[in-house]
């Protein structure tokens, strides 16, 4: 069976990529490794490698367009026969191809489908749940960008193409955002940290009284849409358009870690239009931050290696019980929350520091300001707290780690509620 | 019912389950009778008719001679005649010196004779690999009499099932046919006292889960179960259905399961072409079902070979644990 050579994904919103040039023609030996092609997408140009060791077949043209996930190649071991391509050569002017679908064998063999190119011209590799869902929604599935295997378009994607197309018609890149139902006074808005969501306000908000909340979601977490541009000021841009959006004529703030930073940025940003500042943890008063502790999460694939992690995040490990820890790596079950969330961290934490300083932002915001941080915190130093200028309340709290809110959420709520 | 020991005892094994049934049954109506080779004196080849000889007599379990289609072809007399025979295969492979019988006579007299008789007969199957009986005493045949209109066919997998399926087949007018996996046979669960019977046709949804649909027969329900719950702690969770009866087959249970988690495997020990797992492929297939699907349908049979005496080659022949694991694994993080 000789190995395909799918054109890859190099970035998160690309469907396709044109072949440059390849590096070797139909007939040379490779290796694996060995530079293969050049593609082109629409932000980048980049070298990909051989992904085994044998003779290259049936390369696609240079100049052709190749939707990701599908082949531009093959690769034969040595003495295999390779007469016809796997299923038909795709030509530049057709970048789908001939079907050879997973047969039923009598002789023995497994019920591989095959992993040989497939679609017939103008098909789509698609699972029946995406189509029927594409259908009841009245779109063309030919529209959507397949993640599954060999490209296939599954339910996932066709959600993800659904909501991105809401959220696009509703504002550009605005933030998820969901509003607590009842409640009276100045809202309170909440935004979560890195690599948390919405739900992580939880048990807070069963303390915070009756005022209205409103909680927004980082891009790529919780039900915000993945965005592409993920430095700090992209993302502090970002919640500035989803709060002016709210048209809010005052509003309290609370956020933790990354969503303390990005707060602090945006009462520097809005002064009239803020009430008060509350900052847990924050980031952006310090470089340290523990950088094994955010590779850990990013990398966990399962609640086995997720949830030692976690448990890192607070100072009593036997909050973060196992169901905990399921629940939380099912919001991160999807790769490309995963990849959105690595792009990030990236971005805001390269080589485990804060690449952003907030101290000159801190110092110039006139509103109530209090910042809460618990002693154990091992995520974050809680002395960056002594940074902040003496205006700023700072409350410690012994026995706490990183989530103040989730760990101590009655004593967090009692700090907050003494003054708003 | 008085008193503590009555009504607490410990767990039956899958074989005192099926003697069960049999004492009960031949206890509350004289007209069930047993018969096969070395049933009486002997107790069964597999000892599952043990002492019944002894409570029952001569006249009621019956040794016949080694002549599966003789046999087989009096069990069928008998209970066109009013009797309620249940006969007993020593290998289920044997069926195929019996299938004149089964197929051409007890499947279609009822429907050639325009109702006028009926075949309550009932035959018990020993099957299955995994003893070391090698080619012609190890296999899983039951797809072969799952094809003939006028049989139903169930294979229970725990000892609460094989006593209730058993005592439905005996209530049951027609000719039923138990596969019971040699395997099984000394395996043990809860089985609850006194008559009752488990309707034939109706699956059992033993695990519940969300991630795929394991849909199983006879022994590989439980090994599926038991890769259940490994996949449970890797964040996979199956809804794991022990079909019982391939005929006439649970098609509701097996579509709503569908339905909710897009993603099936079956998994069956018989070959696996032509065999219970495409019947069960293509029904979703044919059915709204379909448009839930996220990914491929996956089948884990029997090789296409004789099971081989060896005895790491008679493992690798048939689905086991670990490749239930992979399948599943496979299936549902998107590898195929």
Not at chain 1, 3 to 28: C, N, Q, R, T, Y
Not at chain 2, 85 to 101: G, I, K, R, T, W
Not at chain 2, 307 to 327: G, R
Request: charged share 25%.
């Amino acid at each position: 069976m000789p190995v395909e050579v799918i054109m890859p994904k190099v970035d998160m919103d690309m469907a396709s990529g044109k072949i440059l040039a390849w590096h070797v023609s139909a007939g040379d030996e490779v290796s694996k490794g060995d530079p293969l092609f050049d593609i082109e997408t629409d932000k980048a140009a980049m070298e990909v490698e051989s992904p085994g060791d044998g003779i290259l077949r049936f390369p696609v043209d240079e100049g052709a367009v190749v939707q990701i996930g599908r082949p531009v190649g093959w690769i034969y071991a040595d003495g295999e026969v390779a007469s016809d391509p796997p299923g038909g050569i795709p030509s530049s002017k057709d970048e789908f191809r001939q079907s050879v679908p997973g047969e039923a064998t009598a002789d023995g063999s497994r019920n591989n489908i095959s992993s040989g190119p497939d679609n017939i011209s103008g098909k789509f590799r698609a699972s029946p749940l995406a189509r029927s869902l594409a259908r009841a929604d009245g779109f063309e599935i030919a529209t959507i960008v397949g993640t599954g295997p060999r490209g296939r378009i599954e339910a996932k994607d066709v959600r993800n193409y659904q909501a991105r197309r809401e959220s696009e018609a509703d504002t550009s890149d605005a933030l998820a955002v969901s509003e607590s139902a009842s409640g009276t006074g100045t809202p309170i808005i909440l935004l979560h940290g890195f690599a948390s969501d919405a739900k992580s306000w939880t048990r807070l908000e069963s303390n915070l009284g009756q005022r209205p909340l409103v909680r927004m979601e980082l891009p790529g977490h919780g039900r915000s849409q993945i965005l592409k541009a993920v430095g700090f000021p992209d993302l502090a841009a970002t919640v500035r358009q989803t709060f002016d959006g709210l048209n809010l004529d005052k509003a309290h703030l609370i956020g933790h870690s990354l969503g303390g930073a990005l707060l602090l940025d945006l009462a520097n940003a809005r002064p009239d239009l803020v009430a008060s500042l509350t900052l847990i943890a924050p980031a952006g008063l310090g470089p340290e931050i523990n950088g094994e502790l955010l590779a850990g999460i990013l990398r966990a694939t399962r609640s086995e290696s997720l949830g030692p992690w976690l448990k890192k995040l607070v100072a009593d490990e036997s909050l973060v019980t196992e169901s905990y820890v399921q629940a939380a790596m099912r919001d991160r079950m999807e790769q490309s929350t995963r990849a959105a969330q690595e792009a990030m961290a990236d971005a805001l934490f390269p080589d485990g520091v804060q690449a952003f300083d907030l101290r000159a932002a801190l110092a110039r915001v006139e509103v109530p300001t209090r910042i809460l941080w618990g002693k154990q915190d091992r995520m974050i130093q809680w002395n960056h707290a002594l940074r902040a200028p003496g205006r700023v309340a700072i409350h410690l709290l012994d026995g706490i780690g990183h989530m103040p809110q989730i760990e101590a959420p009655e004593e967090v709520a009692r700090i907050i509620e003494a003054n708003l | 019912m008085s008193g503590r020991s009555e009504r607490v005892r410990g767990k039956l094994s899958y074989a005192e389950a099926i003697r069960e049934a049999l004492d009960i049954a031949m206890d509350r109506d004289e007209r069930v009778v047993l018969m096969g080779e070395d049933i009486g004196v002997y107790g069964g080849a597999f000892q599952v008719t043990g002492d019944l000889f002894g409570k029952y007599g001569p006249e009621r379990v019956i040794d016949t001679p080694i002549s599966e289609l003789g046999g087989a072809g009096v069990a069928i007399g008998a209970a066109m005649t009013g009797l309620r025979p249940v006969f007993e295969f020593q290998f289920s492979d044997f069926a195929a010196l019996a299938m004149e019988q089964i197929v051409n006579q007890a499947a279609k007299l009822r429907y050639m004779l325009g109702g006028a008789v009926s075949v309550p007969v009932v035959m018990r199957f020993p099957a299955g690999s995994g003893t070391g009986a090698a080619a012609q005493h190890s296999q899983s045949i039951e797809a072969w009499l799952g094809h003939v209109p006028g049989l139903k066919v169930v294979q229970p997998s725990t000892p609460e099932d094989a006593k209730g399926l058993l005592l439905s087949a005996i209530e049951d007018p027609d000719p039923v046919m138990i596969f019971e996996h040699k395997l099984l046979y000394k395996t043990k669960g809860h089985v609850p006292r006194g008559h009752y019977e488990t309707p034939i046709g109706e699956a059992a949804l033993r695990r519940i889960g969300h991630s795929l649909t394991i849909v199983a027969t006879s022994i590989m329900a439980r090994k599926s179960l038991s890769a259940a719950e490994e996949l449970a702690r890797q964040g996979i969770h199956a809804d794991v259905i022990d079909l019982r009866s391939i005929r006439p087959i649970d098609r509701e249970t097996v579509l709503a399961s569908v339905r909710k988690t897009g993603r099936l495997m079956c998994v069956y020990e018989g070959v696996k072409t032509l065999g219970i797992g495409a019947e069960i492929s293509a029904m979703v297939a044919e059915s709204d079902a379909f448009d839930f699907l996220e990914a491929p349908i996956v089948r884990l049979g029997g090789a296409e070979c004789p099971i081989p005496y060896n005895p790491e080659l008679e493992k690798s022949v048939v689905p086991q644990e670990p490749d239930i694991l992979e399948a599943a694994r496979n299936l549902v993080q998107g590898r195929i």
